[in-house]
């Protein structure tokens, strides 16, 4: 029985304690000091380990404090200004926290714990891939700063003024005022139409007038109109195209320069149809709706008597 509790430390322990209760305090001292012991050869390096930490700390301080100076000259974005300070500490703290471990904990080196956030890093972007892939796609849309807030932008059927551009996802304010959250990845793999990207874009409409009309006066009477027109900007030329033989008309197609808002466009398509209406009404030049003529081969008998 005693050798076999000896193949067991454990049970050995509780067997002298057991038979010899004397022995209970003088083995609980010694751990007691054994503990002390290795606490005392352990508070140097615990000591070194809060100091660097403490450096740690006021590096990152320091340090978010100077990346803040730089982006504020670089006119950066405040969500790209927010993610540059964070990169900033987490580095920082990253590289702080494996010196005081490896301080701590002399057996632990940079080597295997960089192999281990490897691993894990790994793991974790498989499971987070949506999440990572949205994440810098908003990074390279605030580094490329091409859409702005404020802008209307169209892509893939969402359609309205960009209101906020966040890490992960894009806030798009419709006309109708519904809110569409759209993420990154969406807007950075698919083409996107900014159509406030200029203080002013072309617009254009199509007006038909009759067969019989002289096509030379009809341009000259949609050309006054609209250098008359107030929504349009003069300066910039206006193009009137004959463009195709339609089923009851010939038709023109108008473009014209004016605001790249929603809103502008809306005014100017108003102004210049009212405009080019009431001029080719003065001119006496028909705006023809769609006639149908039925041609028959054989004559039609007449009814007669009434019936």
Known sequence: MIATN??????????????????TLEILIAQLRRMWEGTVSLLPSLVIAILLLILTWIIAKFATTIADRLTAKMA??????ELV????????????LLIALTVLLPDLTP?????GLGVGTVAIGFAFQDIFENFLAGILIMIREKMRIGDYIACEGIEGKVEQILLRETHVRKLSN?????????????PVEILTDKDQRRHEVVVGVSYDTDLEEARRVIRTALENADAIDGSKPLDIFTCEF???????KLRWWAGSAQRDMHESRDTV?????????????????????????????MASGGH
């Open 76 to 81: 950066m974005r405040p969500s790209l200004r």
């Open 85 to 96: 300070d964070t990169l900033v500490k987490i580095t920082i703290w990253v590289v702080g």
């Open 6 to 23: 000896r193949l067991i430390p454990g049970l050995y322990i509780m067997d002298k304690l057991a038979g010899d209760p004397s022995n």
């Open 178 to 190: 519904e809110l569409t959250i759209v993420p990154n990845s969406l807007l950075f793999k698919n």
């Open 111 to 115: 080597g295997s714990l960089i192999a």
């Open 246 to 252: 339609n089923s009851s008309s010939i038709d023109f």
């Open 273 to 301: 149809i009212r405009a080019v209406k009431r001029a080719l009404d003065e001119a006496g030049i028909e705006i023809p709706f769609p006639y149908v003529t039925h041609t028959f081969k054989e004559a039609l008998p």
